[in-house]
């Protein structure tokens, strides 16, 4: 494990070190930092990146976000519990290939489900080429994978929302607290640690998120849509520049690193690896 | 929980609060079921009848049709044979590592176990993307059909190649799903056994692997599903069209009949059938092995 692991990661690094491209073996002899200088004055590089940190962003806040409502409203002591649980979670065990499939109809600019939901909601000027239009290419990637996601988020929700004491709940009312108040002062807050470990996850899922885009775009999803990982596919095994893509893939590798870093060092001070 | 929080019931006796909380969750339930219920449906029109008609209605009488199952079962049928031959060994044999691991990890010590647990750890979160050209290098390096010349290992090297790729990189996530079950084992019956002069291997063998079954279940199924939904590592590894896996085969159709979204709806289905079979029945401990992830 640790050889596939991490020697892979090592040898990948000194690829990307190399001036490897094309057909043949690459030559380890004259290592440089040539493909990083390159990345710096790429405009796919930069476009790539910023899409990859929106990606990330928006997608982990909105997942969280919806996931967390979801939560709380499943802990309101419902009938149905397990079955409405299951049905939450369903997209999670999906593989990208599918949900991207059903994605592609639901965004349809003609007779997919989104804009026949807004013209029928009498919203028809809100219709877009969701998939087509690079200004929303996006947004509706970041849709589609909330959807799929945010029923981990409420597991994880779920889950540390059952750890807390009802006696909380109970002095929370006596003090006259309303409603939202009481989730926003009392319960969120205890809440940490739970949304730390789901952020990771869905960090990492999100820079994993190339089966998606592959199967909607190809490896060429435009600027407006392109994410690093579908980069690093593109140049390596597309362009077969394959110094050059190990070189996205370092970069790649350092935003899970920074990501996942901090989040093992806490776990670790908190004895609880 | 505390029922305090969801507000008393009214004066007329129905809970308004109580109807709004089940329409929302309801509203939830359509909203994370459309995509796959306006799949369905389509899946059952013929052209005509999905462009005419709304994604998530049924098909009308006249537009009904199971041909688009036919095409994509004849179209995906071998990468359904294919991703079943490559992904039920490789989930055994992870979980199967993955229990060991975190045995050696977690119940016995020695020096050095943080460090490689935390690197078991990250290895979870590792992007593919950065040992993917390494990856590619190490296999052709490797060529196993040249060296095992058996006909069986020719036929089927991409699909070897590519299982045990899974079984590497699937380890880490194992290791952590079991080493939180291992730390709940009481230790001083691991103690007691040692005590009578039982190896660490008698040990795991007559004690820890009998008490595994029910995280066996939450890995097998979490693993299993992970690995039949991968598509990065098999277009990466696997180049021959006759070990071609259903994820590919799937992306395949997707890009051949463009415009013919009731064969592409009947594919999606078709090659997702397993996991969702497995999700059906095993729902719960899929849940469990997703929350374990954290």
């Known amino acids: 494990m640790v050889f596939f692991v991490y020697g892979a990661i090592a040898w990948n690094f000194v690829i990307s070190l190399t001036g490897w491209e094309g057909l043949g073996a690459p030559s380890y002899d004259s290592l440089s930092t040539e493909m990083y200088t390159r990345l710096l004055f790429d405009p796919s590089f930069h476009a790539a990146f910023r899409n990859t940190l929106v990606l990330l962003i928006a997608f982990t806040v909105l997942s969280l976000a919806v996931g967390l409502l979801v939560a709380i409203l499943l802990d309101q002591q419902i009938r149905f519990e397990n079955t409405v649980r299951t049905i939450y979670l369903l997209p999670m065990s999906l593989s990208f290939v599918v949900t991207a499939i059903f994605w592609s109809w639901m965004y349809n600019p003609r007779i997919g489900l989104v804009n026949e939901v807004l013209r029928s909601l009498g919203l028809g000027g809100l219709t877009q080429a969701w998939l087509s239009d690079p200004q929303f290419k996006l947004a509706a990637i970041v849709f589609a994978l909330m959807w799929q996601f945010s029923g981990y988020c409420m597991v994880v929700y779920l889950a540390g929302l059952r750890a807390i004491p009802n006696a909380q709940y109970e002095a929370a009312r006596i003090d006259g607290a309303s409603t939202l108040r009481l989730y926003w002062r009392v319960i969120v807050p205890q809440l940490r640690a739970s949304t730390m470990s789901a952020a990771v996850v869905l960090v990492v899922f999100a820079l994993k998120a190339f089966d998606f885009l592959f199967v909607l775009f190809g490896v060429n999803p435009g600027a407006s849509a392109d994410i690093l990982s579908v980069m690093m596919y593109r140049v390596a095994f597309d362009r077969i520049q394959w110094a050059y893509g190990s070189a996205v893939a370092m970069v790649l590798f350092a935003m899970a690193l920074g990501v996942i870093g901090p989040y093992l060092f806490v776990q670790y001070r908190r004895g609880e690896l | ?294």
């Open chain 2, 1 to 294: 929980m505390s029922t305090e929080a969801t507000g008393r019931p009214s004066i007329i006796g129905v809970d308004v609060s109580r109807v709004a909380l089940y329409a929302a969750l309801l509203a939830m339930v359509l909203f994370y079921l459309a995509p796959l219920e306006s799949g369905l449906a389509t899946a059952f029109k013929t052209p005509d009848g999905f462009r005419t008609t709304t994604p998530f209605a049924l098909p009308p009488l006249g537009e009904f049709t199971v041909d688009a199952w036919g095409t994509a079962f004849d179209r995906l049928g071998s990468g359904l044979v294919n991703s079943a031959l490559m992904a039920v060994p490789a989930t055994v044999l992870s979980a199967l590592f993955g229990s060991l691991a975190a045995y050696g990890l977690t119940n016995l010590d020695w020096r050095g176990q943080v460090g490689v647990l935390l690197l078991f750890v990250a290895g979870v979160f590792i992007p593919y993307q950065a040992v993917l050209v390494p990856l590619t290098q190490f296999w052709s390096f490797v060529d196993l059909a040249g060296r095992l010349p058996i006909s069986a290992v020719d036929q089927y090297e991409g699909l070897i190649n590519l299982s045990i790729t899974h079984v590497a990189y699937g380890v880490p996530i194992c290791t952590v799903l079991f080493r939180s079950y291992y730390a709940t084992i009481d230790d001083e019956m691991l103690e007691a056994a040692r005590l009578d002069g039982a190896s660490a291997a008698t040990i795991y063998r007559r004690i820890v692997l009998p008490l595994s079954v029910p995280i066996f279940a939450v890995t097998l199924i979490y693993q299993f599903t992970q690995i039949w939904n991968d598509l990065l590592f098999a277009i990466v590894l696997v180049s021959d069209p006759s070990n071609q896996v259903v994820t590919v085969a799937l992306n395949q159709l997707q890009g051949s009949f463009v415009q013919q979204y009731n064969l592409q709806m009947a594919g999606a289905f078709v090659a997702a059938l397993p996991t969702l079979v497995v999700y059906v029945l095993f729902g719960e401990q899929f849940a469990k092995g997703v929350a374990g992830e954290t």
